[in-house]
């Protein structure tokens, strides 16, 4: 059973709906370094609607890379999922993978099929050695089809669907022949060549150009309606969440601080740490000419972290005595619309 | 499912992908989280990350004390390397004891022997002879020595009177205390390694930085070299090379002799060493700034480019000492190298060739061990180095 | 691809012609010659032997012409499998060689095989398996090849083995050591290599284990790692294909450069263990300038060494072009 109170129960009731495709849990995945423990994820609540598109916004550091890697269970030593459920619902059933064996079968059974991941690097991420050809068909013939050529056949198809001008050639070509943009297109063919119900996308467009991530976007847009697939959009921009996003949900220091509908969010947002974000954008109106804000101090990290608000440092509107000496829990303050602080305690 | 923003909702409110104030903030962010460690000189940073490696500070320890044991070798051994004590041939090493017979503390002392022949078989017998005590003394005035030739001196670190006789670890079939010996030797056997690798290091240094740096045919040729020279095995060339010193030769020619040898088939890993490095460092943008700027070609190698690779030099150096030490103990092992009266660690090794002798007289297979811990002083002292000159490593 | 081919052979015929002159010029490096030599062991012992007498002998071998052409009439014989003339030994370096060259090259060639069957599954169990006792035992072994190269190892195993009252005997039992070539010599042969091999190879078989695990723990924490346990393969068929090839790339590539390593410790292992090859053989022929002996021996450990490297090099761009691109542009 969830650990949280009722009135933070999340989003349309669990089991058995029909919205609801992953359910994170007051999720926890801790490092255990010589230093400390290393908190990345210290309970992380969330929804993802089945084809719809969440996004999760924060800073580097704070712990959205080891949030996706958890849902899948990537996470290896010495990072450990202490604690959370993660319910995957599928046709009526609801797996709760935090309890599956990382390395077992079920969970493999899940991984590239159900849910599938798309990295920062493509470059990186994609084995030097081995063609995009059989890089893909890898994942086809794991989860689809044992028949070779139908793999091919499949894998033609994929490339050709995420835009690659020539699949032929480009099946048989290694990585490092290809240009960013293609690769990335050629990782996101992998990811979706099982025609999963979820996709990760872990900053995909951050190591691009930027005409090519536009067109990285649209081919993510255009595919997550072509397979009807959810899309959980991991990202530090807020650009990229206002164009790709249904919902959108705020990350801080290992927890998520603010959940809500993308309107929500960018014209009511609660917590101080988005306000903040939101204006730290420079504006592109003409005669803005404001001084451009930031928000003063650093992220800390999160190593045996104080039981406190983890924004405290740096939030304008801090309470003492309130906010330091206890962690806000994540309350809704309206319908679809949650916020961790205690300017809202009581409010609910 | 909540709706997505509409292509006017985000006109209007400005967004532009490609401005992120988050990554201003980011930037910020990293400099003051950083500063301490962006400020640290690149030296502190590598002692810092020495410091950590336990056993490369033992290494270094190590090679501390027997380099000093090396430099007062006159003083720590009790007796000079050349003499001789027919009445103790082969003796085993002579245990120091705490207490006499009765249980009674007595410091530490040693018992004398009294030699007798065994009548039928003819074998010398020594039996410890418990009623001579000699206690074992500090800073006692043995044989005579000068101090770097300024002056005369025979005080020495320990010692007993005579007749009794200390040996560590005892004595050769001429009587000559091995603990005396193995103390002087690690005088040749250690600096020849020095010596060869700073050989080894200007030739390597000098055309692998000229390679690397003026590319080209100058490359190509220089390149050529190394390969071959990397291709030949080192040990028949040793041989033939060591073979080639004339016999006549005083022990300092046949020293300089064999560290040329030594040296001539380590400087090509260096060489390619520093040439990969100044390849690959010259085409990087700093580089670039510092011509643009007008610095000179020869500013541009010594402040910009060497200063960096100075710690793989370092490690590299380091690590191919003991490759040195171990040559120079194979050739004066097999009589090609160092020979008597000069002493190396190799030299001494000469005797335990006979493997029947070996068998009863373990001890003199000693010196072996100290190159054993020199080679392993050295390799822990050179990975702790690499790891800490290692950029990249936390 | 052939004219890569081509390109090699042709430099390492200029290799091994150029270590062709030089084995012989090193040998003549030491002051006088052969017969200087006889002439100062014969006065050692006292005997009398006429300056006429020693002068017809220097005729006789051919030392008193310039050594280019002493050089020039070796090596066409060579090239004719004529290498020359053992002084000391009164035969034909052929002969004396015997099958010395033959075993030389048997203990180089399974020293190198063995080092990289044994180093690098140790290797790939160590990375993969950190701090485990086998990680640990690893780490030992990789000690132990780096403190006590060759000889060492060979000094002291030879007093243990003889403590413990085995015989060290080189490479046959005494029955098979004259005999025949046949297939029990064979055999006997192959019960007699481990030990050889095993001294030679140690700080080999270390130094490539440590390199095998270094580089695997790099590439098992790279990126694309993680996106193969993403698509759902199974973890030790995903660490087969991915790190485990990409890291093994710069090792076998390599592959050749263990050669000079290899014959070079198994020259000093040989002469401690007192071996039927080469080694020993080299050493005595210095000793007294018996100089064509020395000078083949010499040219022939060169010689192996170089072609070793170049076959493998060879084998190794037939069995994937692209170690060529990798392995190589240093």
Redesign the interface.
């Known amino acids: 059973m969830t650990n949280l109170p009722e009135s933070t129960t999340l989003g349309p009731s669990t089991s058995g709906s029909e919205?609801s495709l992953l359910e994170v849990m007051d999720v926890r995945t801790y490092f255990y370094v010589d230093e400390g423990i290393l908190k990345a994820v210290d309970g992380i609540s969330f929804f993802v609607?089945r084809?719809?598109?969440l996004g999760l916004i924060g800073?580097?550091g704070c712990g959205k890379s080891v949030t996706a890697?958890s849902v899948?269970r990537?996470v290896s030593s010495p990072g450990r999922l202490v604690s959370g459920k993660i319910l995957l619902h599928l046709d009526g059933d609801a797996i709760n993978l935090a309890q599956l064996n990382p390395?077992g079968r079920e969970?493999?059974?899940?991984?590239?099929?159900e849910i599938?991941?798309v990295?920062q690097?493509p470059m990186?991420?994609?084995?030097?050695?081995?063609t995009i050809g059989n890089q893909i068909r890898?994942?086809i013939l794991?989860?689809r089809t044992n028949d070779r050529q139908e793999a091919q056949d499949i894998a033609l198809d994929m490339l050709n669907r995420v835009g690659i001008p020539n699949p032929t050639k480009c099946i048989n070509d290694y990585p490092h022949q290809l240009s960013g943009g293609m690769r990335q297109r050629a990782?996101i063919a992998?990811a979706l060549s099982c025609h999963p119900k979820l996709l990760i996308a872990d900053e995909p467009t951050t190591a691009l150009d930027?005409t090519v991530?536009?067109q990285i976007l649209d081919l993510i847009k255009e595919l997550q309606e072509q397979f009807r697939m959810a899309v959980l959009y991991i990202t530090?921009?807020?650009?990229?969440i206002?164009?790709?996003?249904?919902?959108v949900a705020v990350m801080y220091l290992g927890k998520i601080v603010e959940l809500?509908?993308?309107?929500?969010i960018?014209y009511r947002p609660l917590h101080p740490y988005t306000v903040r974000?939101l204006k730290?954008?420079?504006?592109?109106?003409k005669g803005?000419g404001e001084r451009?804000e930031?928000?003063k101090g650093?992220?800390p990290?999160p190593l045996d972290p104080p039981p406190e608000c983890g924004f405290y440092e740096r939030c304008p509107e801090a309470i003492e005595g309130r906010c330091d000496i206890a962690v806000p829990e994540l309350i809704k303050k309206e319908d679809?619309h949650w916020v961790r602080c205690f300017l809202y305690e009581g409010t609910g | 499912?909540?709706?997505?923003?509409h292509p006017a909702?985000?006109r209007s409110?400005?967004?532009?992908?490609?401005?992120?104030?988050?990554?201003?903030?980011?930037g910020?962010?990293e400099l003051?989280?950083e500063e301490r460690y962006y400020l640290a000189s690149q030296w502190q940073m590598m002692w810092r990350k020495f410091r950590r490696h336990k056993l490369a500070i033992v290494g270094g320890a190590v090679l501390l004390v027997l380099y000093l044991s090396a430099i007062f070798a006159d003083f720590l051994a009790p007796y000079p390397k050349e003499i001789r004590f027919e009445k103790f041939a082969y003796r085993p090493p002579t245990p120091v004891h705490l207490f006499d017979e009765e249980g009674q503390f007595r410091g530490p002392f040693v018992y004398g022997t009294t030699k007798e022949r065994n009548m039928e078989t003819l074998e010398a017998i020594y039996t410890v002879d418990t009623s001579a005590v000699y206690p074992l003394r500090f800073f006692v005035q043995g044989e005579p020595y000068d101090v770097f030739g300024l002056f005369e001196t025979g005080i020495r670190l320990f010692g007993v009177e005579e007749p009794g006789a200390i040996f560590l670890f005892g004595t050769d079939s001429l009587g000559r205390d091995l603990f005396s010996r193995i103390v002087h030797g690690a005088r040749l056997s250690l600096s020849i390694g020095l010596v060869g690798v700073s050989l080894s290091f200007l030739i390597g240094v000098t055309l692998g930085g000229i390679s690397g740096y003026f590319g080209g045919v100058v490359d190509t040729i220089i390149q050529r070299m190394i390969e071959f020279f990397m291709s030949i095995p080192t040990t028949p060339l040793w041989l033939a090379l060591s073979a080639a010193l004339p016999k006549d030769w005083s022990i300092v020619r046949v020293y300089f002799g064999i560290s040329i040898i030594l040296s001539l088939v380590g400087w090509g890993a260096l060489a390619r060493v520093v040439r990969g490095k100044f390849l690959e460092l010259r085409e990087l943008d700093y580089v670039l700034a510092a011509r643009v700027s007008g610095v000179s070609e020869w500013s541009i190698i010594w402040v910009h480019l060497v200063p960096n690779f100075a710690s793989y030099l370092i490690v590299h150096v380091t690590l191919s000492i003991p490759g040195m030490i171990l040559g120079e103990t194979a050739l004066s092992f097999l009589g090609l190298g160092l020979r008597s009266p000069a002493v190396s660690w190799g030299v001494l090794l000469e005797k335990a060739q006979n493997i029947a002798s070996v068998a009863i007289y373990w001890w003199t297979l000693v010196p072996a061990l100290f190159v054993v811990i020199t080679v392993v002083a050295f390799n822990f002292l050179g990975d702790g180095l690499r790891d800490a000159a290692d950029p990249y490593k936390q | 691809m052939s004219s890569y081919f081509f390109r090699r052979l042709a430099y390492m015929l200029v290799i091994v012609w150029l270590t062709s002159i030089a084995s012989f010029l090193i040998i003549q490096l030491p002051a006088g010659d052969f017969v200087t030599n006889l002439a100062t062991q014969y006065a050692r012992s006292g005997r009398d032997i006429d300056q006429a007498k020693l002068d017809n002998l220097r005729r006789q071998f051919g030392l008193d012409r310039p050594v280019y052409v002493q050089y020039f009439h070796w090596a066409a014989n060579v090239l004719q499998g004529d290498w020359g003339w053992s002084f000391r030994l009164r035969q034909p370096v052929v002969d004396a060689v015997g099958d010395r060259a033959g075993l030389t090259a048997a203990i180089t060639l399974s020293t190198l095989l063995i080092t990289y069957v044994v180093a690098i599954p140790i290797g790939i169990y160590s990375a993969t398996h950190q701090y485990s006792i086998a990680d640990y035992f690893a780490m030992f072994v990789g000690f132990l090849g780096m403190a006590m190269p060759g000889f060492m190892l060979a000094l002291i195993l030879m007093y243990g083995f003889l403590n413990a009252g085995l015989s060290v005997g080189g490479l046959f039992s005494p029955d098979y050591m004259r005999a025949e070539w046949s297939l029990d010599k064979v055999i006997d042969l192959l019960k007699h290599l481990p030990l050889p091999i095993l001294i030679i190879g140690l700080s080999g078989t270390a130094d490539l284990t440590r390199i095998m695990r270094a580089t695997l723990l790099d590439e098992l924490g790279?990126?694309?790692v993680?996106?193969?346990?993403?698509?759902?393969?199974?973890?030790t068929k995903l660490i087969f294909?991915?790190p485990v090839?990409?890291a093994l790339?710069p090792i076998i590539s390599t592959i050749g450069f263990e050669l000079p390593y290899i014959v070079s410790g198994g020259v000093i292992v040989e002469m401690v263990l007192n071996l039927p090859t080469t080694g020993p053989l080299l050493y005595s022929s210095l000793l007294t300038e018996d100089m064509f002996l020395a000078s083949s021996i010499l040219f022939f450990l060169c010689f192996l060494t170089v072609v070793g490297m170049f076959i493998s090099d060879m084998v190794l761009v037939l069995v994937d072009p692209?170690i060529r691109f990798t392995g190589r542009e240093a």
């Open positions: 919205q609607n084809e719809e598109t800073e580097s890697l899948l990537l390395s969970i493999r059974d899940i991984r590239g099929k599938s991941m990295f690097e990186t991420s994609l084995s030097p050695v081995h890898e994942a794991l989860h990782m992998m930027v991530q536009a530090h921009d807020l650009g990229v206002a164009e790709m996003c249904h919902r809500g509908s993308v309107r929500d960018f974000l730290s954008r420079p504006k592109l109106i803005s451009l930031s928000i650093n992220v990290v679809g | 499912m909540a709706d997505k923003l909702e985000l409110s400005g967004l532009g992908s490609a401005s992120d104030a988050i990554t201003v903030k980011k910020h962010a003051s989280a | 790279k990126q694309y993680i996106t193969a346990r993403a698509k759902g393969l199974y973890e294909k991915y090839r990409v790339n692209r």
